[in-house]
T-cell receptor, first 109, second 112 residues
Framework: GQSLEQPSEVTAVEGAIVQINCTYQTSGFYGLSWYQQHDGGAPTFLSYNALDGLEETGRFSSFLSRSDSYGYLLLQELQMKDSASYFCAGSNTGNQFYFGTGTSLTVIP | EAQVTQNPRYLITVTGKKLTVTCSQNMNHEYMSWYRQDPGLGLRQIYY???????DKGDVPEGYKVSRKEKRNFPLILESPSPNQTSLYFC???????????FGPGTRLLVL
């Protein structure tokens, strides 16, 4: 089957760095995306990896290791507004998407 | 402004009463998709479409229908809604499918 596992909750201090991990089992795996969602609003795209390695976009970076079926999202210089839910999503060669159950990030002062 | 729109945003209905949730995008994207989001389950893909007249089942298609007669529109149809279809629904689009998806604002559906 298809599954993506990520921690349900993470708490971090404002200004710090936090890493949210995602392990996946997706047949025909193509790439891994990350989305942010505030309080049931529309998910917004953060980052995408189709190849192994690190992708950096401002304060957000994402990493993928295909051999380990593993990826992570790295958030630097945490701000209070980063408190939200973060989802990893795997896509396959059939153009289907499978989302993890989400990680609720709480940033504390 | 580039966007994905959904209507209605909120809907309360009764079991068995057919309903349609519309989705429209103005970015000339080929790929469109519907998801439902339930507490503790993340987003699950219902149906997706790679282009006009091309639709495929996602992970949870039972009880839903879609159509793609025009590139910009991708309506979700519930022929006979049941209470287990009470959920938050999102429409999304992307240029060709694998990369960035742009999500609509969501439709909260309650089936009594």
């Amino acid at each position: 089957g298809q599954s993506l596992e990520q921690p349900s909750e993470v708490t971090a201090v404002e200004g710090a760095i936090v890493q949210i991990n995602c392990t996946y089992q997706t047949s025909g795996f193509y790439g891994l995306s990350w989305y942010q969602q505030h309080d049931g609003g529309a998910p917004t795209f953060l980052s995408y990896n189709a190849l192994d390695g690190l992708e950096e976009t401002g304060r957000f970076s994402s990493f993928l290791s295909r051999s380990d079926s593993y990826g992570y999202l790295l958030l630097q210089e945490l701000q209070m507004k980063d408190s939200a839910s973060y989802f990893c999503a795997g896509s396959n060669t059939g153009n289907q998407f499978y989302f993890g159950t989400g990680t609720s990030l709480t940033v504390i002062p | 402004e580039a966007q994905v729109t959904q209507n209605p945003r909120y809907l309360i209905t009764v079991t068995g009463k057919k309903l349609t949730v519309t989705c429209s995008q103005n970015m000339n994207h080929e790929y469109m998709s519907w998801y439902r989001q339930d507490p503790g389950l993340g987003l699950r893909q219902i149906y997706y479409s790679m282009n006009v007249e091309v639709t495929d089942k996602g992970d949870v298609p039972e009880g839903y229908k879609v159509s793609r007669k025009e590139k910009r529109n991708f309506p979700l149809i519930l022929e006979s809604p049941s209470p287990n279809q009470t959920s938050l629904y999102f429409c999304a689009s992307s240029l060709q499918g694998m990369e960035t998806q742009y999500f609509g604002p969501g439709t909260r559906l309650l089936v009594l």
